[in-house]
Structures are given as structure tokens and as C-alpha cells.
């Protein structure tokens, strides 16, 4: 509305200025052709002053529509339709002009617009000086104040701001005002109800009124003042409300002793124990009727804003509610106080309980329960904490991947089971800090409970880097808890601990592997010892011979050598395990990527294997018969295996 009237002043400055061009070329100003009533009736903003001239020439008693229109000279302060708004909003009976409607109202209505009429002169704006007294029509005066702008006094404590000035008409001028004068006449007359009025006859404030009542603050709000009341919204308390949880549907549900009192402490809050109008507000700590409870007005951008005990401001959008004992400010948001900030906090639930209460967290709910390492008890402790909290299918991917022994959680039931489960969900919550995705940069290293840390990984999205090679992704962030901020990721991470504990030693590796079980066989059938070496920590290096590999070493052997079988006496089984010790390195796990072409490579039997690097990795026997490694570094926890074409003979010699 402001920007209308503010564009409409400028294309009359512009018009002014243009006109007064002495270039001959240049056509003569065209005088407005509207009188005053006619020009309010073409301004959109001063629909309501016309239907209010027409609504009192109702009566038989006024013309005040045929007055204006007539010769003049008048000077019309002319209100906005904002401001017959607030008019009614602070008149107890009159919600509209229609509420206007016995010839004593209609008289009254007169009185009111007869006040914003003066007779007899065209007063321009820069005619006026600080102070000056104007009688207008209705026989009271008005008084005009030049301070940053050009206001107008009446009876009432608020003041009208010009904020459109000098609009021309044939019968005078319009200066256009943001306020309803009111002279003490009608003051007296219509006698403003109180606040609790005020709240009363606002159907935007039902709740506000409800509350009011709830609190036992009818009392309090009808007496003499004077007081400022910052009245919230229906909206405004239905977002409380549902902040509050599902505990709080409505104000039935603030029932006891203590949740009574927290409601009147809260209305307190919203009461300042003076009268303050819109143009009194200035940046700084206001106190209010709560004791000791402060808010604070904020100058944001050139308007201002009600900042409380939390974080987010209270905008105004309704200003000066005239009441008998005051003046309301409608808010858009129920303000609180630290006491009313620290109570929502107390009902938010824990992370134990969001878990509980999201399905697709049901897994992990029953991970930490089946771990019983006291982490149920630990997240429902005050905090902070941030939890990366695995899916449901990121659960079940981890049962699948830990093989036929761990279809469900109640698998892990031995003490080592269950200490590996505490030691996988420990590495997924961060103490100390309620880490926001916000919060997360790129490679970050995070501590967890579980001693190891986890890289954050902001390429397309928000991923979690554990000890594996695969990220999980962080699907649903920022979830907020009373005790810290829970993210849900799409897999398990699983620290280095786990990652070394679930991996296979070589000897589980090869049992695993089908093209190894003529390897497997011949460690059995050796009976050196060899299986429980390669079982222990290590580190070793083994070339594996494939079946393939076994297959043709029994054809060259001829046909007393079928199967492994066959090598059954003492001197066949030495052997045998003189073979077998031939592909072990003990104390290093060489990755084929640490090989070098003609590299001596000393086994456990005590001979050296040459590695051959010409058009591949080979490993060359004491023949000088190459053995291709087909596939290589498949790591185990104990050491690391690459699959060969050929069983390497040793010198037998």
C-alpha cells in the first residue's frame, strides 16, 4: 500500500516539477480536474473514508459527501483503509461500518470524519509549522508535530503520520494519514473497552483469550494499566503447541499446577507494564510483567522485530490496538521466556526414544539392546551426542555379508559376539558435540565413542568414510533430539578392529576359495603343522597353486601320483611339505604391487623364489619353471595370497 501511495506522490512531483519548464514548446499544466471526493474515490487506499462519508450520509442529518464536493476551499486529512482497520480493531461493538447503524452511531461517525476536515483553507504541507493549533470542522483541534516527518495530534496518545502529502484537488487539498483522529468527544463517547476487550473482540485472538482466561489473567488485563500487550496469533499458539509434542494438542492439556503457571508466565512475557506505542519502539531491552524476564526490540532493516529467550524473532502485524488501559501489537508468534525455552527442551525426546519411535531405525534399536554395553542407557544421558544411525537395510546388508552364522542381531550371543556388536555401534556416535550436516566439511576426521575416527566426505552429498572401501551415505540429516542430532546413513560403518576381526587368516580365505580346496587338502594331508601356522597371526605371503595347478603336478608325476591320497608314507608326506612351505613367506605381506622384476624372494622352506615381471608377474622356481600368478593380493587378516597356474617345485637335491 505504502509503495502505491509513495509511487503515486512521485509521478505528482514529477508532473510539478515538468509543469514548471519555462520551454515555450511545452503545453501549460492541466489543473486537476477532480474535487476532494472525487479524488478519494479514485485512490484505492481511501476506499474505507468514502464507504465512511457515505455510511454517516445515511443520516438525514449529514451531507458531508455534498459538502465536500462543494466549493471549499477545505483542507482533508484523509486516513488510509489500514488505519479505519485498526479503528475497529480497538473499538469494543464496531468490527466494520456496518456495526454503525442507529442515527446515534452514524452521528458519531460524522463527529469523527468532521475531524479530519478543516474549512475555509488549502493547508499545504510546507505551510505548517511545529506546534500549530487547527480547528477543523467538528469544532476540536488538532496539533501538528515536525519531527522526521508530519504528524498530527488528537485526543488519543497516537499520533497520525502524513504519509502521503499535498494531493491537489479543485476544492482544496488531501494530505493522506495513517491513523483514525479521534477527538476527546468521541473519546468519551464511545468509551474504548480493555485490553481483555480488545483480545475479546479479535477473531484472530481466540486462543490469546482462551489462555488469558486459563491463567486466571482476566483480572490483571482489565485493570487500570497502563499496559502493552504483544498478542500472539491463533497461528502463533498452534505452532507452540505443536513444538510442544503430541503431550500438548490444546490448552486442556496444560493442566496441572506447574503447566498452569508456565501458561501465565508466558502470558506475562507478551506484557510490558507501561504504554508503548508503534512510534515510542527503539532498539533495546524492554521488561516485562514476568519478573526479572526481559525481551528485546530489534531494529531489523527499519522494522522492528520482538527477539526472546529463543531463536526466532517475533514479526509485528498489527500496531497501536487503542484500549482504555493500553495499547496491543499483534504478533505473529508466542514469545518465551528462558523458563518456557528450557521446558520444550524437556519434552523433545532423547535419541533412544526418536529411534524407538522410527521404524526404519528398528535394527539398530535392537543392535544396541542385543549388545547390552549400557549404550541404551548412555544415549538417553544428557549430551551431546550426534548419531550416524544405519537403516534397517544396512543392518540386514551386514547380516548377509557376515555369512550363514549372523542371520538376526540374537546371533551375536556369545560375550565376544556381543563386544564386537558394542564395539560396531560405538563407531557410529560422536560424544561431546551435536554436529549438524552443516556443521560437516570436507575431510574432516571425527573421534567417535569407539576410539577410531571417520572421514567426512562432501562430494555430491553428505557420506560417512569408514575402514572399508565403501561410504555410507548420510540419507535423512539433521534429525534434532533433546540431547544431540542424529543423521541416517545407508549402510554400517565398521572401524579397522572389526575390519581385521571378520576378515578371514589364509587359511579360512582358502577353504572359502573353490579353486584352492586341492591346496586345503594338501595342508591336511601334509600334517606338518601347516594349517595351524598359516592360521596364526603372521604377517605371510602365500602363492597359492590353483587345482588346475595340483591336477598337472600329479600327471607329471606319473601314475603312482592320482590324487592327493597317494602321499602317504612318511618320506611322501615330507614331501609334500617341503612343497607346500616352498609357497610361504614368513613376516611380510607382499602385494604384488611391492614386487620387483629378478627379486630373490626367500620361502619358508629356506630356498629363494625369482619373480619375473616380463609381460606379467611370475614366480620362477628353482627349475626356472615361472608359476603365473592369475589372480593377486587377496588380503586375509593374516597376510595376503596370489593365486598361481603351476605348483613350484623346490631343489630336492
Request: contains cysteine; proline residues 3%.
Amino acid at each position: 500500500m505504502k509503495t502505491k501511495i509513495y509511487f503515486s506522490a512521485l509521478i505528482l512531483f514529477l508532473f510539478a516539477f515538468t509543469s514548471c519548464n519555462d520551454d515555450d514548446d511545452t503545453p501549460p499544466q492541466m489543473e486537476s480536474q477532480l474535487n476532494i471526493v472525487e479524488t478519494a474515490s479514485k485512490t484505492d487506499v481511501l476506499s474505507s473514508l468514502v464507504a465512511s462519508l457515505a455510511k454517516s450520509d445515511e443520516s438525514p442529518n449529514s451531507d458531508l459527501i455534498g459538502a465536500l464536493s462543494g466549493t471549499g476551499p477545505f483542507t482533508v486529512f484523509a486516513p488510509t483503509n489500514d488505519a479505519f482497520t485498526a479503528l475497529f480493531a480497538s473499538l469494543d461493538g464496531y468490527s466494520s461500518l456496518d456495526d454503525f447503524d442507529t442515527e446515534e452511531e452514524k452521528a458519531l461517525l460524522a463527529t469523527i470524519l468532521k475531524y479530519h476536515v478543516v474549512a475555509g483553507a488549502a493547508v499545504a504541507s510546507g505551510d505548517l509549522t511545529d506546534g500549530q493549533v487547527i480547528t477543523t470542522l467538528s469544532g476540536e483541534d488538532v496539533t501538528v508535530t515536525l519531527n522526521n516527518g508530519v504528524f498530527f495530534s488528537d485526543a488519543s496518545e497516537a499520533d497520525a503520520q502524513v504519509v502521503t502529502a499535498d494531493v491537489d484537488a479543485t476544492n482544496g487539498i488531501v494530505h493522506v494519514i495513517n491513523k483514525v483522529l479521534l477527538p476527546q468527544t468521541v473519546i468519551d463517547a464511545i468509551n474504548l473497552g480493555t485490553l481483555v476487550d480488545v483480545v475479546v473482540a479479535s477473531d484472530a485472538l481466540t486462543v490469546l483469550e482462551a489462555a488469558v482466561i486459563k491463567a486466571g489473567l482476566v483480572d490483571t488485563l482489565n485493570s487500570d494499566g497502563p499496559f502493552t500487550v504483544f498478542a500472539p496469533t491463533d497461528t502463533a499458539f498452534l505452532a507452540l503447541l505443536d513444538m510442544l509434542g503430541d503431550d500438548y494438542t490444546s490448552l486442556d492439556d496444560f493442566d496441572t499446577e506447574d503447566e498452569i503457571q508456565l501458561l501465565k508466565d508466558i502470558l506475562l512475557y507478551h506484557v510490558v507494564p507501561a504504554k508503548v506505542l508503534s512510534t515510542d519502539l527503539a532498539a533495546g531491552e524492554v521488561g516485562t510483567a514476568l519478573a526479572d524476564n526481559t525481551i528485546e526490540v530489534v531494529d531489523n532493516d527499519g522494522t522492528f522485530v520482538i527477539s526472546d529467550a529463543s531463536d526466532i524473532n517475533a514479526n509485528i502485524s498489527a500496531v497501536d490496538i487503542m484500549a482504555s488501559n493500553g495499547v496491543a501489537h499483534v504478533i505473529d508468534k508466542v514469545l518465551l521466556p528462558q523458563a518456557a525455552v528450557d521446558f520444550i527442551a524437556d519434552q523433545q525426546p532423547t535419541i533412544v526414544d526418536l529411534a524407538v519411535a522410527t521404524n526404519d531405525l528398528s535394527l539398530l534399536v535392537g543392535a544396541l539392546q542385543q549388545a547390552d554395553a549400557g549404550l541404551v542407557e548412555l544415549l538417553g544421558t544428557d549430551g551431546p551426542f550426534t548419531v550416524f544411525a544405519p537403516t534397517n537395510a544396512a543392518f540386514a546388508a551386514l547380516l548377509e555379508e557376515l555369512g550363514d552364522d549372523y542371520n538376526e542381531l540374537s546371533d551375536f550371543d556369545t560375550e565376544d559376539e556381543k563386544e564386537m556388536l558394542a564395539t560396531i555401534l560405538k563407531y557410529h556416535v560422536v560424544a561431546g558435540t551435536a554436529a549438524l550436516s552443516t556443521d560437516l566439511s570436507n575431510g574432516q576426521m571425527i573421534a567417535t565413542a569407539q576410539g577410531e575416527d571417520i572421514t567426512i566426505n562432501l562430494t555430491d552429498g553428505v557420506f560417512i568414510q569408514d575402514a572399508t572401501d565403501t561410504d555410507a551415505a548420510v540419507a535423512t540429516a539433521d534429525i534434532e533430539a533433546k540431547n544431540g542430532v542424529i543423521h541416517i546413513i545407508d549402510k554400517v560403518l565398521l572401524p579397522q578392529a572389526i575390519v581385521d576381526a571378520l576378515q578371514p587368516n589364509i587359511v579360512e580365505l582358502a577353504i572359502a576359495t573353490d579353486d584352492l580346496s586341492l591346496l586345503v587338502g594338501a595342508l591336511q594331508q601334509a600334517d606338518a603343522g601347516l594349517v595351524e601356522l598359516l592360521g596364526m597371526e603372521g604377517p605371510f605371503t602365500v602363492f597359492a597353486p590353483s587345482n588346475a595347478a595340483f591336477e598337472a603336478l600329479f600327471e607329471d608325476l606319473g601314475p603312482d601320483y592320482t590324487t592327493l591320497a597317494d602321499f602317504d608314507t612318511d618320506e611322501e608326506k615330507a614331501l609334500l611339505a617341503d612343497i607346500l612351505k616352498y609357497h610361504v613367506v614368513s613376516g611380510a605381506a607382499v602385494l604384488s604391487t611391492d614386487l620387483t622384476d629378478g627379486q630373490l624372494i626367500t620361502t619358508a622352506l629356506g630356498q629363494d623364489l625369482t619373480v619375473n615381471l616380463t609381460g606379467g608377474v611370475f614366480i620362477a622356481d628353482a627349475g626356472d619353471n615361472n608359476g603365473e600368478v592369475i589372480t593377486a593380493d587377496v588380503e586375509a587378516s593374516n597376510g595376503v595370497v596370489h593365486i598361481i597356474n603351476k605348483v613350484l617345485f623346490p631343489d630336492t637335491h
